[in-house]
């Protein structure tokens, strides 16, 4: 009987969130939680598909684990996430060790799934929902205590023409408040510090009359000693009454995750986003009028379908202009099943492809700097999430801008909020020292 279950996450937040809403299911079954891959009866993969990158090491990932059937007879192998809405029946074609398929919105059926497979050889699950499935779910895995994601809604409908997200976690569907404002209240119970609320687009969260920018402004006020942050929000979708909730509650970061893709107005037209350059430098221009010190990070893609060396330059002068506090960047690969990988021509070299993503990497870099600098002298409230990864006497933690602080231990206790002056900088992370 399958009885040990053993999670593997790769991708984004939405996946470590969503993990941890399996984790629930299966514990809630009956299950048994185990780190150790070997002990495990049943190992679940939850996958994404947003490169070809990142999905390339989990294919070879298949092949690793795969050899564990032969030490355990009983061992069932899950495939959960977007890989499985992405390639459905073709995943059991191809890797004919694989027992379960799952896409996102079908999580609540694995145990049954599990059940079934006792007298069954496969079985998939992969349909999508219009309606958000897991409201009355409190996720339970692998939070740290101190910040927790909470997922507002799933899916998207911008159909961005490089993006394969509507196709493997559906159309956009926002969650009930009172959940969320539940899960919120449950986490300050426990002790949590930080929420960090998720979506493909957070501003464009809408459940009856409720938008974004109330929602956030409910959150604010139920739980006012956590702190609030929230990704990713969709450019065009940032309005005025969002910028006042973020400025007027003090437990609201002061950050926001704004993905350009591109400052070519060429490209930006043929991702189908659903705005200019012009307005995106207008939306940055009302940020930082409303919320002067506020950090903007974005995602930036190079070697889009056609793009020219002029295109890329126009990424390059846009960057330039903006600054932003830092970027995800990432070269195109064509997605199949999406408009670009049907009709647009994927032209751009592979290697062309890199030294452009390289120079915008180098170009950012020197722009975070820049941004992080400004921190210098300044006294910022942090959160202490642990000890430091390189110096043991030192914690790490974050200011309200997203920034990482380190600085020298003393007898606060992680989790708890301390002022730290800045005093230097690295490329990448401030220097702080804690006010006694
Ligand atoms: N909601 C976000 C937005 O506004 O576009 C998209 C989030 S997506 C999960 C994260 C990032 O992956 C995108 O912003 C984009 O930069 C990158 N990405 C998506 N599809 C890609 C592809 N086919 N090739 C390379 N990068 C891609």
């Known amino acids: 009987m399958t009885k040990y279950f053993y999670i593997e996450t790769y991708g984004c937040q939405m996946n470590i969130y969503d993990s941890d809403i399996i984790c629930s299911i299966l514990l809630k079954s009956g299950f048994i939680k185990t780190s150790n891959l070997k002990k495990a009866d049943l190992i679940l993969l939850n996958t994404c598909s947003i490169r070809e990158k990142p999905e390339k090491k989990i294919f070879n990932r298949f092949i690793e684990i795969r050899f564990l059937k032969k030490q355990n007879k009983n061992l069932k192998i899950g495939i959960v996430g977007c890989l499985a809405t992405h390639y459905k029946n073709k995943i059991f074609e191809k890797f004919k060790f694989i027992d379960l398929i799952v896409g996102p919105d079908s999580y609540k059926n694995i145990p049954a799934m599990i059940k079934k497979l006792n007298t069954k050889n496969k079985e998939i699950d992969v349909r999508l929902a219009n309606k958000e499935r897991y409201s009355n779910i409190i996720p339970n895995g692998v939070r740290n205590g101190i910040s927790a994601f909470i997922s507002i809604m799933r899916g998207c409908d911008n159909m961005c023409t490089f993006c394969i997200v509507p196709y493997t976690r559906g159309r956009e569907k926002s969650r009930n ?251 990448t992370t401030l220097i702080g020292e804690i006010i006694p």
């Not at 207008?282 to 002067?292: G, Y």
């Not at 006294?379 to 030192?394: A, F, H, P, R, W």
């Open 177 to 427: 408040p009172n959940s969320i404002l539940k899960e919120c209240k449950l986490l300050y119970k426990k002790g949590y510090k930080e929420i960090i609320l998720l979506g493909q687009n957070v501003d464009a969260y809408f459940w009856q009359n409720i938008k974004f920018f109330q929602l956030l402004e409910l959150i604010a006020t139920t739980v006012p000693f956590m702190r609030i942050r929230f990704l990713t929000s969709y450019p065009s979708n940032i309005s005025k009454n969002l910028l006042k909730v973020v400025k007027k509650y003090s437990n609201i970061c002061k950050h926001f995750h704004l993905p350009m893709q591109s400052g070519s107005p060429r490209i930006l037209s043929l991702m189908r986003r659903k705005y200019t350059v012009e307005e995106f430098l207008l939306i940055i221009k009302m940020i930082k009028q409303m919320i002067p010190d506020c950090s903007i990070s974005s995602d930036i893609m190079t070697g889009f379908c056609t793009e020219t060396q002029e295109d890329h330059i126009e990424t390059i002068r846009i960057m330039n202009i903006i600054k932003f506090n830092y970027s995800y960047m990432f070269k195109y690969s064509s997605r199949q099943g999406t408009y670009a990988s049907r009709k647009l021509k994927d032209n751009v070299p592979n290697s062309l492809k890199l030294s452009r993503l390289n120079e915008i990497i180098r170009i950012q870099r020197s722009h975070s700097f820049y941004r992080l600098k400004q921190n210098i002298g300044k006294i910022q409230e942090v959160l202490i999430e642990g000890i430091s990864k390189k110096d043991e006497n030192y914690y790490f933690g974050r200011n309200y801008n997203n920034d990482i602080i380190v600085f020298q231990k003393d007898k606060s206790h992680i989790g708890s909020y301390k002022k730290v002056k800045i005093i230097n900088s690295t490329l």
